[in-house]
């Protein structure tokens, strides 16, 4: 793989850390979109077959906004869910937007807590490497992309082959 932007320097984290090797889904969602028009595919397929535990992935999160210049979300985890599975949840600007400030107020209302100021963004525990550049993908699109850009669409793919780079670059290696 090409090699990263000059200021990404080796991740700090050294225990308890990643990465343990975890198996890859047979067929993830929007794979045909990342063959299609990803000039990282082979790295992206690489990163699923390893995860990070909290705190690393929280780590990755805050290095990987800084470095592509993003405001950090809310990172949340959730045990019982696959390394696979992931969501983003947008900005409340950017939901208030979409839907309307009278709907994001109903929401928080319902859930008594606010919507996300800077979003969020939910994993298992742990969470592939993969799913942390998906998920990331999205909140990038969100803070730099129009409104209507598509939620798995090239602008997405390309920011998910950014991510990942960065990802790659800052994860701890394998002990």
Do not use: N
Not at 100 to 127: I, K, N, Q, Y
Request: charged share 30%; aromatic share 8%; glycine share 4%.
């Amino acid at each position: 793989p090409e090699a990263p932007h000059p200021r990404i320097t080796p991740h700090p984290v050294t225990a308890p850390f990643v990465v343990g090797p975890v198996p890859a889904p047979e067929r993830a969602r929007h794979d045909h979109m990342v063959r299609r028009f990803s000039r990282r595919a082979e790295l992206i397929f690489d990163l699923r077959r390893w995860a990070a535990e909290r705190t690393v992935a929280a780590e990755l999160v805050r290095a990987v906004c800084a470095e592509l210049d993003a405001p950090v979300p809310d990172v949340t985890f959730h045990r019982r869910r696959s390394p696979h599975t992931g969501y983003a949840q947008a900005p409340r600007r950017r939901a208030v937007m979409r839907f309307g400030e009278p709907t994001v107020r109903a929401w928080e209302e319902r859930r008594r807590r606010r919507w996300p100021e800077t979003g969020m963004l939910r994993f298992g525990d742990p969470a592939s490497l993969d799913t942390i550049a998906h998920e990331l993908a999205h909140h990038l699109v969100h803070h730099h992309e129009p409104l209507r850009t598509r939620d798995h669409g090239k602008v997405w793919v390309a920011w998910y082959d950014r991510a990942a780079v960065v990802v790659a670059a800052l994860a701890p290696p394998a002990p």
